[in-house]
């Protein structure tokens, strides 16, 4: 029994090694794992990473866009019923989509950071220049540290299924 206590010990603490440490808040994280370190970050850090797929979106340039996600990941995307995985299929994606012209804003996040990994989902609004549409719809990214940058290692994105009130969403900000 000792050694099934001991045992479960252990493995609890090896899965939470890399989430919190104590000289950090909940919201960071800086621990090293089997000589793997792991990328000291903050909330901030990764909400910042959408201003930067942003204002990829801003230049009109579907590779700078795509450059933003990791060579192994998945696109499951707004106004496409295909899931992108390929840098090109991506690209493809986005060649169509900004020719809307479009420019998003989160306006509700929920954000965690582990080791080397991050998750950021919510709300956006994309403001599609071309129509002058705005578009609300629900996002999550997930990221992982490459050992140089935050890269998507996943992204989804669906418009709002139901027709917001502007109270209702007014009573969420």
């Known amino acids: 029994m000792l050694k099934v206590i001991s045992l479960l010990s252990l ?5 939470t090694a890399c989430s919190t440490t104590p000289e950090n808040s909940a919201n960071t994280s800086s621990v090293t794992t089997n000589n793997n370190p792991c990328k000291a970050t903050t909330e901030a850090e990764i909400a910042g990473l959408f201003d930067r797929w942003n204002n990829a979106l801003q230049t009109g ?13 998945i696109l499951l995307p707004t106004v496409s019923n295909k899931p992108r995985y390929s840098a090109a299929e991506k690209e493809d994606y986005f060649n169509h989509f900004l020719a809307l012209k479009p420019a998003g804003k989160v306006t509700q996040r929920h954000i965690q950071v582990g080791c080397n990994t991050a998750f950021d989902a ?12 705005d ?15 935050w890269l998507i290692t996943s992204h989804h994105s669906s418009a709002m299924p139901e027709k917001a009130s502007s109270s209702a969403q007014a009573s969420h900000h």
């Open 135 to 149: 578009v609300q719809a629900r996002y999550s990214y997930t990221y992982a540290w490459d050992g140089k940058q």
């Open 61 to 73: 340039d579907s590779k700078k866009v795509v450059a933003n996600y990791a060579t192994k990941s």
């Open 122 to 133: 919510g709300l956006y609004t994309f403001h599609m220049g071309k129509t002058g549409q």
């Open 11 to 15: 493995t609890f603490l090896t899965l």
